[in-house]
C-alpha cells in the first residue's frame, strides 16, 4: 500500500509541477511535439519504402528464351538445372505458341501480323519466367541461366532493378538513422529544459532532504513528470498519424504514381505506429528527465 501511496502521491506532485511551471512544460511539450511528428514521418516513409521494395522484389522475375530448334530432352535438362541453382524459387513455362495466343489478345496489330503465321513459320521462342529467392543476386542468376544449354538469351531489367532497390535501400536507412538521431537531440533538450525546472525549485528539493525524503522520493515526481510531458508531446503526432496518413492514402487512391508502387493500408498500420510514438514520447520524457534529475540533485 505504501508504493501505491508513494507512487499517487508523485503523480499529483507532478501534475501539480506541470501546471506552476507552465512555459518550461509548454517548451518541453513543443520539443517532443515537433520530434515525434518529424519521427512519424520517418517511420511511415521508411515502412512504405520496404513495402515497395517487397513489392518490386515480388515482381522481378528473370525471362529466359531457348533456342528455336530446342528439342523437348533439353527443355527438360534445362528445367533439371534451374531446380539445382541455389537462388532458384519457381518458374512458369510458355511454348512459342501460348505466346502468340496472348500477344494476339492483348494487341490488335500483333494478332493481325501473328495470324499470317501458323505453328512452323512462328518466329517467337519457348519462355521461362523464373522468380528467385534473393533479388540482390538476381544478376548473377542471371549469368548462370545464360550459360545453360539451350537458352538463347536472358533478360531481367539488368541495372535498372539493382538500382531501384538499392535506391529504396538507401532512402530506408537513412530515415532510420534520421529517427534515431532525432530521438537523441529531443532527450537532450528535454534533460537541459528539466534541468531549468530542478533549478527553479533548488528551495524545495533542499526542504524535502532536510525532512528525510529518500533519494527515491525526490526522483520519482521528476520522472513521471517527463512521462506525463511525453504523453501530451505524442498527442498531436497521433492524430496525424491516424487521420493524416489516411487521408493521404484516400487521396493518393493508395499508391505512389502508380499502382505498383502502393501504399501500406492506414489500418492497423496508424494504430502501430501511433502506439510506438506514444512509447517513444513516454520513454524519451522519463530518460530525459531521469538523467537530469540525477545530475542535478546527485541521486
Known amino acids: 500500500m505504501k508504493i501505491f501511496r508513494t507512487f499517487f502521491r508523485s503523480l499529483r506532485d507532478a501534475l501539480k509541477s506541470v501546471i506552476r511551471n507552465f512555459s518550461l512544460s509548454l517548451a518541453s511539450i513543443s520539443c517532443i511535439t515537433i520530434t515525434l511528428v518529424i519521427i512519424t514521418c520517418s517511420i511511415v516513409l521508411s515502412k512504405n519504402v520496404a513495402n515497395f521494395t517487397q513489392e518490386i522484389e515480388k515482381d522481378v522475375t528473370i525471362v529466359a528464351f531457348l533456342n528455336s530448334d530446342v528439342t523437348d530432352e533439353e527443355r527438360e535438362d534445362f528445367e533439371l538445372s534451374l531446380k539445382r541453382m541455389d537462388n532458384y524459387e519457381s ?3 510458355q511454348s512459342k505458341a501460348e505466346v502468340k495466343k496472348e ?3 492483348e494487341n490488335e496489330t500483333f494478332s493481325a501480323i501473328l495470324k499470317e503465321w ?3 513459320e512462328n518466329p517467337l521462342k519457348d519462355t521461362y519466367t523464373i522468380k528467385v529467392i534473393d533479388v540482390d543476386k538476381i544478376g548473377e ?3 548462370e541461366i545464360e550459360k545453360l544449354d539451350g537458352v538463347s538469351s536472358v533478360q531481367y531489367g539488368e541495372g535498372l532493378v539493382e538500382q531501384l532497390v ?3 535501400d538507401i532512402v530506408k536507412k537513412v530515415t ?4 534515431v538521431a532525432l530521438i537523441l537531440v529531443t532527450i537532450f533538450l528535454i534533460i537541459n529544459t528539466i534541468k531549468l525546472t530542478i533549478f527553479s525549485r533548488k528551495r524545495e528539493i533542499s526542504i524535502m532532504r ?9 526522483k520519482l515526481p521528476f520522472v513521471i513528470e517527463g512521462i506525463i510531458l511525453g504523453i501530451i508531446g505524442s498527442v498531436i503526432p497521433i492524430l496525424i498519424t491516424i487521420y493524416g496518413y489516411t487521408l493521404l492514402y484516400n487521396q493518393l487512391h493508395g499508391y505512389v504514381f502508380s499502382p505498383v508502387i502502393s501504399l501500406v493500408k492506414p489500418m492497423p498500420f496508424a494504430f502501430y505506429v501511433s502506439l510506438i510514438i506514444l512509447l517513444i514520447g513516454m520513454i524519451v520524457g522519463m530518460i530525459g528527465s531521469s538523467r537530469a534529475v540525477r ?3 546527485k541521486v
Do not use: P, Q
Open 166 to 168: 538499392g535506391a529504396f
Open 210 to 218: 532536510l525532512v528525510g525524503a529518500s533519494n527515491s522520493r525526490i
Open 118 to 120: 501458323d505453328d512452323e
Open 176 to 179: 532510420i538513422i534520421a529517427a
Open 103 to 105: 500477344m494476339e489478345e
Open 141 to 143: 542468376t542471371a549469368k
Open 295 to 297: 545530475k542535478y540533485i
Open 91 to 93: 518458374f512458369e513455362y
